[in-house]
């Protein structure tokens, strides 16, 4: 487990040492978010019964930052050793794919943690939250966090440049997160793009962490828990299996 710690450390390292831009710049996104949708919907919208809007946006904010940090840390790290030349010092040790896997995934997974809770401390004084069901608070976190650092892992493999990446986080990570209900109920839609919100994975993941607060939600947990886990195990699976042929890794 050696290579593993080792790997999973540097991960660590690579985004802690540049804090100011991996975890305090997206905090501050997410306030601004809050700070402009708050003001102007707060006495506009109520999404729940005796929920403020305020309330129903600050869960949403949460876990899109996990998302989208988690995201990033895994396929920002592998296109930039890719590009710069030095991704040859992580494939020379002996290191197994499922210990690469392990190491550029957990790492994501803190990273996007801790981005969510700062956002959650911070945005926290705006609102009066409940916490009743803490625990799909916590499985929802970990599991999205997990599926969205598996996803930057695979985007990363994939892109051989920065532009390409870009795409791959502009026209797919940014839409499905944005239309996941971040911002409101999937019921305020008209029938049709309710229906295709049922077809985006984001949507169950924030629509379960947020039952974790209110108790109230657009789908049961346990579905939303069991659509999750099968995106990630594929996504894993996809992505163990680039790891171990070496795509785009081993020329």
Sequence with gaps: MIG???????????????????????????????LIFGHVLEEHVQVYPEVRYTAFLIPGLV???????????????????KITGNLVF????????????GAYVLASVVRGLAVGAGVFVITAWFADLSFVAPWWIVIFA?????????????AG????????????????????TFLSGVFYSIHSLPPFWQTVSHF???FYMIDGFRYGFFG????????????????????????????????????
């Design 4 to 34: 593993f710690q080792t790997l999973f450390y540097k991960e660590l390292l690579r985004f802690w040492k540049v804090a100011t831009q991996t975890i305090s710049a997206p905090i501050l996104t997410a306030m601004l978010y809050l």
């Design 63 to 81: 876990m899109m930052s996990v998302l989208q940090n988690s995201f990033a840390n895994s396929s920002s790290s592998l296109i930039q050793s």
């Design 90 to 101: 992580v494939l020379l040790p002996p290191l197994s794919h499922w210990e690469l896997f």
């Design 142 to 154: 970990l599991l999205g966090a997990a599926m969205l650092g598996t996803m930057g892992l695979i």
């Design 157 to 176: 493999i994939w892109a051989e440049k920065f532009d390409q990446l870009a795409a791959f986080q502009n026209f797919l990570i940014m839409p499905a």
């Design 200 to 202: 985006n994975p984001f």
């Design 216 to 251: 109230q939600s657009d789908v049961n947990p346990w579905i939303s828990f069991s659509i999750v886990a099968l995106f990630f195990m594929l996504l894993a699976a996809f992505a163990i299996r680039m790891l171990k042929n070496g795509y785009k890794l081993r020329h």
